[in-house]
Structure formats: C-alpha cells, structure tokens
C-alpha cells in the first residue's frame, strides 16, 4: 500500500512539473502574440495622440 501510494506521489510530481514547463511555453507564446498584435499595444497611445 505504502509503495503504491509513493509511486503515485512521484507519478503526480512529475505530472506537475511537465505542466508547469507546458504553461510557461504557452505564457511565452501567449506574450509573443499579444506584442505581435496591434490590439494588444495600448499602453502608450496616449503619448502618441499628443
């Protein structure tokens, strides 16, 4: 029981781990589209209508 139990923690960490790391390339292909797309590039059109 013990065994299996620790197998399913060390089966469920490395799940973890393998969806972190694909969130941080989703983040980071997110992040690129957004500073790809005209939409997304607000923050400083106050200071351009000036």
């Given at each position: 029981?013990?065994?299996?139990?620790?197998?399913?923690?060390?089966?469920v960490?490395?799940?973890?781990?393998?969806?972190?790391?694909?969130?941080q390339v989703?983040?980071?292909y997110?992040?690129?589209?957004?500073?790809?797309?005209?939409?997304f590039?607000?923050?400083?059109?106050?200071s351009?209508?000036?």
């Amino acid at each position: 029981m013990e065994k299996d139990l620790s197998a399913r923690v060390d089966a469920v960490k490395e799940e973890n781990l393998k969806l972190k790391s694909e969130n941080q390339v989703l983040g980071q292909y997110i992040e690129n589209l957004m500073s790809a797309s005209s939409v997304f590039q607000t923050t400083d059109t106050k200071s351009k209508r000036k």
